[in-house]
C-alpha cells in the first residue's frame, strides 16, 4: 500500500485504501417481525413482505396493482424462487392484512392497491421522529378500517 506523509513537523504514515462501492438503500427490520413471520406459515406471503418492504416508498407506501404483483411474480422466477399465481399473491396480501404487516390505504368499497407497510416492523426513512408519526397514522388507519 502506498505511503502518505503530512508536513506537520513530524512524519506520520497513513494508509490509503482502494475506493469500493456500496449501496446507499437500506430497510431497517426490527426484532419483533420474527414471531409474527412463524406465525403467518406462507413462503409466498413472507417473501412478499420483504419485497414490499424493499420496493415501498418513504413513509412505507406501496401500490400493489396488477402490474406490481406481476413484477413480484417475475423476480420470484428470476431470482431462482418459486412460481407465484396473481391469485397466490392476492391471498398472501390477505394474509399479511390479517396479520397487520400491511394495511390497506384504500377508501371503502374501492379497490385494495395501496398499501401501508407496518412501520413497527418495517422502515426505510432515516427518521425515527417520522417513523413515530407514520407509527401514529398507521394505528388511525388501522382503527379506522375496523370502525367500518
Not at 7 to 19: A, K, N, V
Not at 79 to 98: C, F, M, P, V, W
Not at 114 to 140: C, L, M
Request: proline letters at 1%; aromatic letters at 10%.
Amino acid at each position: 500500500m502506498p505511503k502518505v506523509y503530512l508536513d506537520r513537523g513530524r512524519r506520520t504514515e497513513r494508509i490509503r485504501y482502494d475506493s469500493i462501492e456500496i449501496s446507499g438503500k437500506f430497510i431497517q427490520v426490527y426484532d419483533d417481525l420474527h414471531e409474527t413471520l412463524f406465525q403467518i406459515g406462507s413462503a409466498c406471503a413472507i417473501h412478499l413482505i420483504l419485497w414490499m418492504a424493499q420496493h415501498m416508498g418513504h413513509y412505507n407506501q406501496i401500490v400493489m396493482n396488477k402490474v406490481k404483483r406481476a413484477e413480484f411474480a417475475a423476480e420470484s422466477i428470476s431470482n431462482g424462487g418459486r412460481r407465484y399465481s396473481d391469485e397466490t399473491i392476492k391471498a398472501a396480501l390477505r394474509q399479511l392484512s390479517k396479520a397487520q404487516l400491511i394495511i390497506s390505504m384504500s377508501d371503502e368499497g374501492k379497490r385494495d392497491a395501496s398499501y401501508f407497510v407496518n412501520p413497527y416492523h418495517f422502515w426505510k426513512t432515516g427518521s425515527q421522529r417520522d417513523r413515530t408519526e407514520s407509527i401514529k397514522a398507521y394505528i388511525y388507519k388501522l382503527e379506522q378500517n375496523e370502525a367500518n
